[in-house]
């Protein structure tokens, strides 16, 4: 029987055939926002007054169920920008994450000048495509479900298309497939094939992921606390998402955690 990850990737497989036998490649490159400069998530991170948080609008999981339906993209991704969040996470899978690529659309148009990462399983360069077109920054590309060789090559696609590269890794054993044109490295605490979640996990691998990659923890972070511990372990990124969206109130959730951070 498979597990969830490989459910998701065969499920993705389907997706991009269906996507390239409609010829999308030359309308993607004509859509507004494929012409326009991306921002840097990196840079975000890296300032000295940042925040660190990469806020996720996120109404669903495979785990969980649903989380949030009636959230509003626009209203809620603004809402984290302006609370001061460094960076924005749209998910943009429908059938496992309730996502949409309008969803990235909306959060684009809602939020001008905060970088923003496409969140879902990319397996293809027509993703990459598609990440430029409907506003992304950032792709993410998961070294689970990649072999060492489809990880550089789809780095390299997504630089050539002025994108940064966000890689996910989960273990010791996926350190080898980090690469020179990756700019950002996460370490995503839940396990995607059991998806339980351990923090403990980012502070095990901090140390083996060379310094020159800007370090994200992803997944289970619940307080501050926890976030000021990664902080110490070199971290500069964290992504949360669930944390905000099941409350009633997300943009309340994230201002509050961002100033019980700046204590």
Request: hydrophobic share 40%; charged share 25%; glycine share 8%.
């Amino acid at each position: 029987m498979k597990n969830i990850l490989e459910q998701i990737v065969e499920t993705k497989k389907g997706e991009v055939l269906e996507l390239k036998k409609r010829g999308s490649e030359a309308s993607l490159r004509q859509q507004p926002f494929f012409s326009r400069t991306t921002l840097s998530l990196k840079q975000r991170l890296l300032a000295e007054d940042s925040s660190g948080i990469i806020a996720e609008f996120k109404q669903k999981s495979p785990s969980k169920g649903e989380i949030n339906p009636a959230a509003k993209v626009g209203e809620i991704t603004r809402g984290y920008a302006e609370a001061g969040a460094a960076g924005l996470s749209v998910l943009t899978d429908a059938q496992y994450f309730g996502g949409s690529l309008d969803n990235l659309l909306k959060a684009r148009g809602a939020n001008p000048a905060t970088p923003i990462l496409r969140k879902d399983f990319v397996i293809d360069q027509i993703q990459l495509l598609e990440a430029k077109a409907f506003g992304a920054d950032v792709v993410l590309l998961i070294a689970a479900c990649l072999e060492k060789e489809e990880v550089y090559h789809l780095a390299e696609k997504a630089k050539a298309l002025g994108l940064e590269v966000l890689l996910e890794i989960h273990d010791e054993s996926e350190l080898d497939k980090i690469n020179s044109l990756i700019d950002l490295v996460g370490v995503n605490n839940r396990n995607l094939k059991t998806f339980e979640v351990n923090v403990e996990t980012s502070l095990r691998l901090a140390p083996l992921i060379p310094e020159q990659f800007v370090k994200i923890s992803e997944s289970g972070l619940t307080n501050a606390e926890t976030v000021l511990r990664l902080k110490s372990a070199g971290f500069r990124g964290f992504l949360i998402g669930e944390t905000f969206m099941k409350t009633s109130d997300p943009v309340l959730a994230c201002a509050g955690f961002i100033q019980d951070l700046q204590k």
